[in-house]
């Protein structure tokens, strides 16, 4: 695994179980989002719960799938399929919710558009 | 007598035992092996300790490993609260025999659709494969299932876990908070996982009249019968323990002839040598009639025999009790000093009727007690106890009974009550083996002591009221003088005893001044007798020479005519008569 510096790159750990339905969803969800929103700053590394189960312990995940960001706000754990993405867009400080709570600060890159998932 | 707490249960292939007292009676050998179990209760009602306490007992007894997942407190947390029930957690889980998971949703966890616990039991499998665990405990289900958007979801996970125990075979706890009677999300789950799991366990905390009563009940257990009833538990200095009545064809303590002393010489020879080794005893009286003597005597005399005694005093100070027995000579301070005593103060127990009785036994195990004094029993059944105290009362006597342990126990009855013996309040004066009553009788204006044994199973025993005086030289039992009907006490006795000592004095004075005079009588009788044989003997010599002379005056008057007749030369028929002067 390789860190980008440079572009405030976005670090994510998605520990999935096996096949799980869910699981394949949350990737698919996870990796659309980071298309979306993060092209070319985002780095994904899947942890197979069922493969790896040291690693679940060590990091207390029993819910799957979680997310965890380890870059560059640590410790966020989102659980789910992430089908829905504002809660994800917020903590990653990409959300509209920043803009509205803030309107005189035009920070980042430029609100993305957010589709709320019906 | 039972040493260090033996645990008689070992584990079948069907049960694996709890290892918690009380439990695997009620259970018939413990949990159903490789199934699950339900555990519910309201918070704070002992579910943790409990499902810790399975996992604790079957590392440490029965080499069964096991695994907490943790969804509610952390590890941490609860590994520092096990520590004052003396389990030494630490060193089970680097011995790898238990290990906790910590599964407690984060507190900034952020939810985007579903999930579920594939992930956890994938590597809960895992873990438990590696350190080859028997056991697992799911704490607090209901916290994870909550974060679950719908019934139906949580249902699906219950059942996941379900499959995935079985699938282990392994044998599980999984607790839940639930009051039973409140609606709503937990108690939905609760009727799913009810139908799920093969055995259940409600536990139960309720407040009467401001003490704490905890119950356990087996709701159910497929495939085994069990006791059905609720049990009332305790959380103790080292866990939980559950009160069951004696379970029948549990091995009955051993029956002796053997007495032991009361502590009082002449009680042991009202009941015929003193009170059986193992029976229980109860003295009844009202405030102030010497019931803390009576036993506190007993205590010393058991001292004495070099017996290891308990004697626990709800009333006052274990020094305070000292003190006072001291001043009728019962000095108990030297059997404390030396560890045959052990003074237990139980004003510092406080709680339900329950925890005293398991604080007693406990105290009582590890004393190795073979003598017990409770003084007074009828503690038991203060406010707030009046509905457990009569089965707590019992299970001590049959605890005692089964255990060998002769129990002294004292009851208060209540100064408002009948001055006739009536029952004590707690009605174990139908267990009791014997039954001692103090009584006041007031007479003549005086209080004095009376003492009477109403009933002891098994042995003679006198049916005579006594009275009991207690001095500085101790404690003895006089007889007492019934007069008109009437049982002198105290000073009457004091009367009529010295009357009777005078009347007896004066009698053996005249009986001695009348002997006296028989023998002068008879001595001057002898005298007689002698003066008169005498006589009697002079006279008959005087007789006697009397004859003699007569037969010489007559032989020589009948010569005398011969010779005449000679002289004469008559032939005439000599003459008969004598010649007297």
């Known amino acids: 695994m390789t860190r980008e510096t440079k572009l405030e790159a976005y670090v994510f750990r998605l520990y999935v179980a096996g096949n799980a339905p869910n699981s394949l969803q949350a990737i698919d969800n996870l990796t659309q989002l980071c298309d979306t929103h993060l092209p070319d700053r985002h780095e994904i590394e899947i942890v197979d719960i069922c493969v790896d189960p040291g690693r679940a312990l060590a990091e207390s995940i029993y819910m799957t799938p979680t997310l965890v960001v380890v870059s560059p706000y640590p410790g966020h754990r989102i659980v789910g399929t992430l089908s829905n993405t504002e809660p994800i ?7 509209p919710a920043n803009e509205r709570e803030f309107p005189g600060l035009k920070d980042r890159n430029s609100a993305p558009q957010v589709r709320r998932p019906s | 007598m039972k040493s260090a707490p033996v645990n008689l249960v070992t584990a079948t292939p069907t049960k694996a035992p709890t290892g918690i007292t009380g439990l695997d009676e009620m259970t018939g050998g413990g949990l159903p092996r490789g199934r699950t179990t339900l555990l519910a209760g309201g918070s704070g009602s002992g579910k943790t300790i409990l499902a810790l306490q399975f996992l604790v007992n079957g590392a440490q007894r029965f080499t069964e490993p096991g695994i907490f997942v943790a969804f509610e407190e952390t590890p941490t947390r609860l590994i520092a609260n096990a520590e004052t029930f003396g389990w ?39 873990k438990a494969v590696e350190m080859k665990a028997v056991r697992i405990v799911f704490d607090a289900l209901d916290i994870v299932l909550a974060l679950l958007p719908d019934a139906a979801a949580q249902r699906r996970e219950i059942y996941r876990l379900h499959a995935w125990l079985l699938e282990h075979e392994m ?41 704490s009563q905890r119950n356990l009940r087996v709701q159910k257990y497929r495939g085994s019968s069990f006791d059905e009833n609720e049990s009332p538990f305790l959380i103790g200095r080292s866990g939980f323990e559950v009160a069951v009545s004696r379970t029948l064809g549990r091995g009955q303590a051993e029956v002796t002839n053997e007495r032991v002393s009361s502590g009082v010489e002449r009680v042991d020879t009202m009941l015929g040598g003193g009170y059986y ?70 004003r510092t127990i406080t709680g339900s009727a329950e925890t005293y009785l398991v604080r007693i036994k406990t105290l009582a195990k590890e004393h190795q007690a073979r003598c017990l004094v409770v003084d007074p029993i009828s503690t038991l059944s203060k406010t707030g106890n009046e509905l457990t105290a009569h089965s707590v009362a019992e299970r001590l006597i049959d605890w005692s009974k089964a255990e060998g342990i002769t129990l002294v126990c004292t009851s208060l ?27 006041y009788l007031v007479q003549a204006g005086e209080r004095n002591r009376g003492m009477s044994i109403i009933k002891s199973r098994g042995t003679a025993h006198s049916n005579q009221v006594r009275e009991l005086i207690l001095s500085d030289a101790g404690i003895t ?99 008969t008569t004598s010649v007297k002067r």
């Open chain 2, 413 to 439: 009855l209540d100064e408002m009550s009948s001055q006739s013996e009536g029952g004590s309040p707690l009605q174990i004066s139908t267990l009791a083996d014997t039954w001692i009553h103090l009584n």
């Open chain 1, 89 to 95: 867009l917020q903590i990653l400080g990409l959300g």
């Open chain 2, 171 to 211: 044998t599980g706890i999984i607790t839940l908070k639930a009051d039973g009677h409140q609606g709503g999300a937990t108690s939905q789950l609760f009727g799913v996982m009810q139908f799920m799991v093969d055995c259940a366990i409600i536990l139960n905390h309720t407040v009467v009249l401001g003490v």
């Open chain 2, 277 to 346: 080794r193992g029976a229980s005893v109860l003295i009844t009286g009202f405030p102030g009639t010497a019931k803390t003597t009576l036993s506190g005597a007993f205590a010393e005399a058991a001292c004495e025999r070099g017996e290891r005694t308990m004697f626990v005093s709800f009333d006052s100070d274990s020094n305070e009790v000292i003190r006072n027995l001291g001043s009728v000579s019962i000095q108990l301070n030297r059997f404390v000093e030396d560890g045959t005593l052990n003074m237990v103060s139980a």
């Open chain 2, 88 to 126: 030494n957690l630490a060193d089970l889980q680097r011995q790898n025999k238990l290990y906790f998971m910590d599964a407690q949703p984060p507190h900034d966890l952020i939810q985007s659709g579903t999930f579920d616990l594939g992930g956890m039991l994938a590597a809960l499998g895992a």
């Open chain 2, 477 to 575: 039992v006089t007889d007492t003088y019934s007069a008109g009907g009437e049982v002198l006490m105290g000073t009457m006795r004091w009367e009529k005893e010295s009357a009777e000592r005078h009347a007896n004095e004066v009698a053996a004075v005249a009986g001695k001044l009348r002997s006296a005079k028989l023998e002068a009588e008879e001595a001057e009788l002898d005298a007689r007798v002698k003066a008169l044989q005498v006589e009697l003997a002079a006279r008959q010599t005087e007789k006697e020479l009397l004859a003699r002379s007569a037969a010489i005056q007559e032989r020589e008057s009948s010569l005398g005519r011969d010779r005449v007749r000679e002289l004469r030369g008559t032939d005439d028929v000599p003459d």
